[in-house]
């Protein structure tokens, strides 16, 4: 297949130039706008500087209470994703990985109890933390300032686990009596006007009425017991989706939820409605109303009886986009809404409305989004960030793409124009069935080695100097993942300011741009969404689904952390495929689900529209306008869709004398 190339253009070299210009023009306004500030970047290491501290005491004093003596050096918190790779835009989340190398169990086994006292000193020191453990990786959300309510809601939950843990009823009492004797609704609150710096020196020695908790008896004896029993139904507490350019991407970090497994119907043919009055199979051919996961308890009367009729249309028309009803069904419906809202007499709605009970009782399934009761509001908390546990892959990552970072001036304000886009976009949620932001960037960086012409960046994992470093650190495997690049920074900066990675030194970004999203939104020529696989670990950067296997969505089960254990279900959707270039098993874009590729390639079109508009200098919409917010994509108000059954074939008598 022929790719679209700079030179390749149907377009005239006038057309090109305003086109061009147009986007160099967008990106000279937004792109100072995206950037994280210098002032930005030193609270963020601050912050880091402190919660390593916290880490190193903690870790510190249950070692030594446990084997008798230990390093404390030996633990560190190290920053990676944006803020390392030199890609982050304004509020950007820290991302932070906690390493203990001498720490046994490591620190993301199910073993460890060093999780869950980290989140207990940070709560009685007065910050915001929520230890996750029903993610691809135990992680801990935490932020600088929670508000008083979210304090107390985030103690409740740890209240809840304490409570849910395998110890008699009157230790728990016990326990939770000596708590509330400390002053304060929040066990150990610290003073809130004291600065994080401040809360790190209390704990070297300054204020005994500050010291750090060393954890109840119970947590440093055993493991954390019944993580099952966490709430984790639903997302996972949404961060500035601006934070995601992690080593393994904020995929990475998505809740294995039971809706996030049932909403990839779309995915599959439509299947039938049952008849009125008849039961609703589930995949298994199992009746749905007696599986107390699929559908609520059965209602005294259909909701057609009670509610009224403006929630009646809402709640139809919303059945009807998620694919509820067959096309007869729909027409009953459409007469009702149309009905309501047209204003005609109260008999004729009557007549439309005694109609809908002849339809399947699909109202019954609604269930509305739960209340992200412990979300951390996107500003006025302080500086946010997820610390997760022992991920070295998440490093080795960020130091590549810091790398390709320096190979040359127009990376990264590409990718900071790419990433403000897609936030403006409202397609940069993972958490919500769209991209995560190191998606995006990937993309940028797939288009700038393997369809610019020439290539902009060498490809940092085959190039010549990555085979000749022989350093322990370049020829290590990690989990089994080759981790190898050209990572000498020093000798990328030099070759880039001689001009010696490519000949290239001409082209501005907004012609980058321009072919970058004429790219992804070609017919033809270029990116096909439906059967390639953007692979930057290889040459020329495309492998073919077929290749992968990544042809239908499934789902995966881990190997357990802990022997005996069941290993975590992790969905695997392939919609749109871009492969981790060290875990080349993973999909960055997994969380991608129907509507949400169908919103990003919407996006990518009327983007590549608007560019070809300025050739006439007849743009009729803003780039970067501000897109409705999008509901969450991943969740389904009334379930998964039920698959048809499948008529069994009559038994055939044995033949007759």
Avoid at 94 to 108: C, E, G, I, Q, Y
Avoid at 530 to 558: C, D, F, H, N, Y
Wanted: hydrophobic content about 35%; aromatic content about 6%.
């Amino acid at each position: 297949m022929n790719r679209l190339a700079p030179d390749r253009y149907t377009a005239s070299q006038i057309d090109m130039q305003a086109q061009n210009a147009y986007l160099d023009a967008i990106a000279e306004s937004e792109i100072p706008k995206a950037m994280i500030s210098v002032a930005e970047e030193h609270q963020k290491e601050k912050m880091r500087q402190a919660l390593q501290d916290i880490c190193q005491r903690v870790i510190t004093e249950y070692e030594v209470e446990k084997d008798g003596c230990f390093d404390g050096n030996t633990v560190s918190l190290k920053c990676y994703g944006s803020l390392r790779t030199g890609f982050a835009t304004h509020s950007s989340d820290m991302d932070l990985v906690l390493t203990s190398p001498s720490s046994n169990p490591h620190l993301a086994s199910t073993e460890s109890d060093i999780p869950r006292l980290l989140e207990k000193a940070l709560l009685k020191l007065g910050f915001g933390a929520r230890l996750l453990t029903r993610t691809r990786m135990p992680l801990i959300k935490f932020c600088e300032k929670p508000t008083p309510e979210l304090a107390v809601r985030l103690q409740e939950e740890r209240n809840k686990w304490e409570n849910q843990k395998a110890v008699p009823l009157k230790d728990v009492a016990k326990k939770s009596a000596d708590e509330t004797t400390e002053g304060s609704s929040i066990p150990g609150r610290m003073d809130e006007k004291a600065t994080p710096v401040d809360r790190a020196a209390d704990l070297k020695g300054g204020n005994p009425e500050r010291k750090l908790p060393r954890g109840d008896a119970d947590e440093t004896s055993s493991p954390p017991m019944l993580h099952q029993h966490e709430r984790m139904d639903e997302p996972e507490l949404p961060r500035n989706p601006d934070s995601g350019d992690h080593g393994i991407g904020n995929d990475a970090f998505i809740i294995n939820r039971d809706s996030s497994q049932q909403n990839d119907q779309t995915e599959k043919p439509d299947a039938a409605i049952p008849a009125p009055g008849q039961p609703t199979p589930d995949k298994d051919g199992a009746d749905v109303h007696k599986k107390k996961h699929a559908v609520p308890p059965v209602a005294k009367e259909r909701r057609e009886a009670v509610l009224p009729d403006k929630e009646l249309v809402r709640l139809y028309k919303l059945a009807i986009k998620e694919g509820w009803f067959e096309p007869g069904e729909r027409t009953t419906i459409f007469n009702f809404c149309r009905a309501v809202e047209g204003g005609i007499s109260r008999d004729q709605v009557a007549e439309c409305r005694a109609q809908l009970l002849s339809l399947p009782d699909v109202l019954n399934r609604y269930r509305p989004p739960p209340d992200h009761l412990l979300d951390y509001p996107k500003d006025g908390v302080g500086v946010q960030c997820d610390i997760i546990f022992s991920n070295p892959l998440a490093i080795h990552n960020s130091a590549m793409l810091r790398c390709y970072n320096l190979s040359d001036p127009r990376v990264k304000p590409m990718v900071l124009f790419v990433k403000a886009w897609a936030k403006r976009r409202k397609i940069n949620s993972p958490y919500h069935g769209t991209l995560s932001s190191y998606g995006y960037v990937l993309m940028v960086l797939h288009y700038l080695i393997n369809i610019a012409t020439p290539a902009i960046c060498l490809n940092l994992q085959h190039v010549e100097m990555a085979l000749r470093d022989t350093s322990a650190e370049n020829t290590q495997t990690i989990e089994g993942y080759n981790v190898r690049f050209w990572r000498d920074e020093a000798m990328i900066q030099h070759w880039a300011t001689q001009g010696l990675i490519t000949p290239d030194r001409h082209s501005t970004v907004g012609s980058l741009l321009r072919g970058f999203f004429q790219y992804f939104a070609a017919p033809s020529g270029g990116f096909s969404w439906s059967m390639e696989v953007l692979s930057l670990r290889t040459p020329g950067g495309i492998l073919t689904k077929q290749q992968k296997q990544w042809i239908a969505a499934k789902t995966e089960v881990l190997d357990p952390v802990k022997a005996g254990e069941k290993g975590q279900e992790v969905r695997q959707r392939y919609l749109f495929a871009i492969e981790d270039p060290f875990e080349t098993n993973h999909n960055i874009a997994r969380t991608v689900v129907h509507n949400g590729i169908v919103a990003i390639r919407d996006e990518f079109r009327r983007a590549n529209r608007l560019i070809q508009q300025a050739a006439n200098a007849r743009v009729t919409e803003d780039l970067f306008a501000e897109a409705a917010a999008k509901d969450d994509l991943n969740y389904r108000y009334f379930g998964p869709r039920p698959r048809p059954q499948v008529a069994k074939a009559p038994v055939q008598a044995a033949n007759a004398t």
